[in-house]
Every structure is written in C-alpha cells, then in structure tokens.
C-alpha cells in the first residue's frame, strides 16, 4: 500500500508566523495534493503538483505557497498565518491513470493563535 | 464547474439497519465518482470507485451504482455494524476536464451507528 508521511503531526504558532508543512511519498507517484479539512466543509484542495517543480493551484489557495521539490516531496507554507488557517491538512498522492485513487498521509493538525 | 453535494450532516442509525448515504453531483462531461471513508482520528481511504468494468462497486458490505440520469452515486449497505460508524466523502473526478488529475469532494456525511 502506498505510504506518504507528514510532518510535523501537530504544530502551533502565532498570528503572523512562518509555518512549512512537509509531505513525503515513497512510491513513485507523479500527483501530490495539500487539502485541508474543516467541520462543514470537507475537504478543500489548496495546492497540487504532478511532478517535481511543477504547481498547480487548487481551489482554496489564497494564503498559501507550495514547493514541489522532488517526486517525492512537496511542502506547504504559510507565510504569515492567521487564524482563518487553523485547520487539519493532509497530503495525498495518486500515480498517473491506473485506479485513480488517491492515498493520504496521517494529517497535520494546525493551530494559529 | 464540477460540484458533489452530500445532504446529510450526520446520520444516525441503530445498528442492523440498512445504510443509505446520499451524493448527487453536477458535472459538463462524464465524470467518474468515488466514496472514501475517515474513521476517527484517520485518514481518508478510498471505499469505492465507479468505473470497475461496468460491475456494482462492492467493498466491504457498501456498495454504490452510478445512475448518469440522475446525477447520484448513492451508498448503500444492507446491515449497518457498529464499525460502520465514520466519515463518508462523495467525490468526482471528471474525464474530459482540465482539471482531470483533481477530485472535487462533497461537504460529507457522519455516519453513527449505535446499539
């Protein structure tokens, strides 16, 4: 079954702050999303990627860059949180065709005070 | 643009008791849709998928059918168990769009099944 790792599990910063959010998949996906989930909302996809150095914008991306900086990695980051972005965030990857399925990482809970 | 709405927040069922969660969803092209699941304090897994050969999706008692007609994928389960209990998401993917590599979830439907 695929794998893919977050970092950290939970973190909390302050209005303002500089927060990265670190995602790795160790099986050779091409695609790689940044969701975050919220009561109400579901899941929203913010950022996504189908390869090294390439970034697509996703539906809910105001506040927030991505780096996609190897197949394996791409990262999340707030440049100065607010607390509108307190939220749980997953990463998940999917290989190009196949089932299409998309396999998540554990998530990230964020607090922004 | 694509959309997947779920109209139950939560539903709550005793257990034994047939599942039925609700997912319509509009879209330009011919899309494909998906059911994942979250269980408590857990990532979101892929439940079902409707392009499985032009078989019924079947995984782990639940199973869904696409009806283009009417826009839905509902998902069904003829017994509900205690271990039911979770998130459900609806999600598409459209084919034939741009933006083929995303999917689009639904707002999701809790899932509580009681004694």
């Known amino acids: 079954e695929a794998a893919v790792t977050q ?14 959010l670190s995602c790795r998949q160790t099986n050779s996906h091409n695609y790689m999303y940044w969701y975050r989930q919220d009561t109400g909302h579901g899941l929203r996809l913010i950022h996504y990627s189908y390869g090294a150095g390439n970034l697509q914008i996703g539906d809910v991306p ?3 860059k991505a780096t996609r900086t190897t197949q394996e990695d791409f990262f999340l980051l707030l440049e100065l949180a607010s607390p509108s972005q307190t939220s749980l965030y997953f990463c998940a990857s999917r290989e190009t065709g196949g089932s ?3 396999y998540f990482g554990p998530g990230t809970r964020l607090t922004v005070l | 643009g694509d959309s997947v709405t779920q109209t139950e927040g939560l539903v709550t069922l005793t257990e034994g008791l047939p ?3 609700n997912c319509t969803y509009q879209s330009t092209y011919s899309p494909f ?11 979101p897994k892929l439940l079902l998928k409707s392009f499985t050969d032009n078989k ?15 826009s839905s994928f509902h998902l069904q389960k003829s017994s509900a168990q205690l271990s039911d209990s979770a998130l459900y998401y609806c999600a ?23 004694p």
């Open chain 1, 100 to 102: 299409y399925e998309q």
């Open chain 1, 7 to 20: 970092s950290p599990r939970n973190k909390v910063t302050v209005t303002g702050g500089n927060v990265t």
């Open chain 2, 33 to 43: 849709l998906f059911w994942y699941v979250q269980h408590l304090n857990e990532a």
């Open chain 2, 92 to 114: 598409l993917s459209d084919e034939a769009s741009s933006s083929f590599s995303k999917l689009v979830f639904g707002q999701g439907t809790s899932l509580s099944v009681v």
């Open chain 1, 62 to 64: 105001d506040g927030y």
């Open chain 2, 19 to 21: 599942v039925m969660l």
């Open chain 2, 56 to 70: 019924r999706p079947e995984h782990q008692g639940f199973h869904a059918t696409l009806h283009k007609s009417s």
